[in-house]
């Protein structure tokens, strides 16, 4: 078993005073640039008529089945969430049914990789909630319903991030080192049992990821959504109380 079996993160390629390149940078490049190529193909012939290419075609199956997701779940518009739910779920998915290729070390096994995607949900959440109700109207939410609860709102946003983390990471590491110990056990036979089962679980993981990003972000807007509906339907009640 090689050093990047162990990790990809302790395998380095190459490395100049503080900067190195290791396996897990590889292997994120290489999924980046297969899903430009992919996005390329699907959209360099984009056309309204009923006759569109197979890429077009799958590309409006995998949009619009996020869309349904996204507007399922967050009980809003999926448009403004789409970029970012979409382009997370679309990583982590690739980068977890290329782990059946041969050589292939899913980025989404490293913990690096994995810290960096929750970070961004982190990052996200208040970028969302500000916009979507004001600097001030989502600092609310820190100290509601009293401002003693802000040290703990605070805990509970740092904890789910880590949670998101380490529960993407290991369950991807945990599938790899499973299966590397299966194939030396039988090799003619646990091969595409565990190929068939490491598929289902990188589907499973990415929309886990994906669902408690869109969650946490539809939380923090939500409140907002709630207020100005109970605002309006008071104003209205008042209205047709005169």
Do not use: C
């Amino acid at each position: 078993m090689s050093i990047k079996d162990l990790s990809p993160d302790d395998a380095v390629l190459w490395q100049w005073e503080f900067a190195s390149l290791n396996y897990t940078i590889l292997y994120t490049w290489i999924v980046m640039a297969l899903m430009v190529l992919v996005s390329w193909l699907a959209t360099r012939r984009l056309t309204s008529r009923p006759q569109m290419s197979r890429w077009q075609n799958f590309l409006e199956i995998v949009i619009g089945t996020i869309n349904n997701q996204i507007r399922d779940v967050s009980q809003q518009k999926p448009e403004r969430y789409l970029p970012f739910i979409g382009t997370l779920f679309l990583f982590i998915v690739t980068s977890n049914l290329l782990a059946v290729v041969p050589g292939f070390h899913a980025p989404t096994a490293s913990l690096s990789t994995t810290a960096a995607l929750a970070i961004l949900v982190l990052v996200a959440v208040p970028v969302y909630g500000i916009a979507h109700q004001g600097f001030i109207g989502y600092l609310r939410l820190y100290v509601h319903p009293t401002p003693l609860m802000l040290p703990f709102n605070v805990i509970g946003e740092l904890s789910r991030t880590l949670a998101l983390a380490v529960r993407l990471f290991g369950n991807m590491m945990s599938g790899a080192k499973i299966g590397a110990i299966l194939l030396a056990i039988a090799p003619l036979f646990f091969p595409i049992v565990m190929h068939a089962l490491g598929l289902l679980t990188g589907l499973i993981q990415a929309y886990i990821f994906a669902i408690l990003a869109l969650v946490y972000i539809g939380s923090a807007t939500q409140a907002h959504d709630t207020r100005s509906r109970l605002r309006a339907e008071h104003n209205t009640a008042r209205a047709e109380a005169d």
